[in-house]
């Protein structure tokens, strides 16, 4: 759940905020890696969200680092291009020739 996307309602966002300070009192002053997935990032909603979120951690002394993702895009563009795309145990396996070009 997103806190910016919670209800107004101040008593909700004081709970939200209970809840959490433990985790940013914890986490203060240390890096946080966050995926940022290609299916996500078709979302403009979601990205808005996502970006006040990671906003958000910054704010509060956690220092977010962003990878995104991209496979939808990638496997789109692959077909595009011809390219035949394997995936193993849920992972693409991208070719060399694949890489260079």
Do not use: C, W
């Not at 990032?41 to 970006?51: H, L």
């Amino acid at each position: 759940m997103s806190l910016t996307n919670t209800s107004p309602d101040p008593v909700v966002k004081a709970a939200v905020l209970a809840q959490a300070l433990p985790y940013m009192r914890r986490y203060a002053g240390r890096t946080l890696v966050v995926k940022y997935g290609g299916h996500a990032m078709g979302d403009t909603a979601v990205g808005d969200s996502f970006a006040r979120d990671v906003a958000l951690l910054k704010q509060v002394g956690i220092n977010p680092v962003v990878v995104h993702g991209g496979g939808p895009q990638i496997a789109q563009m692959l077909k595009r291009l011809g390219i035949e795309t394997t995936i193993v145990d849920g992972l693409r396996v991208t070719d060399r020739e694949t890489m260079e070009g």
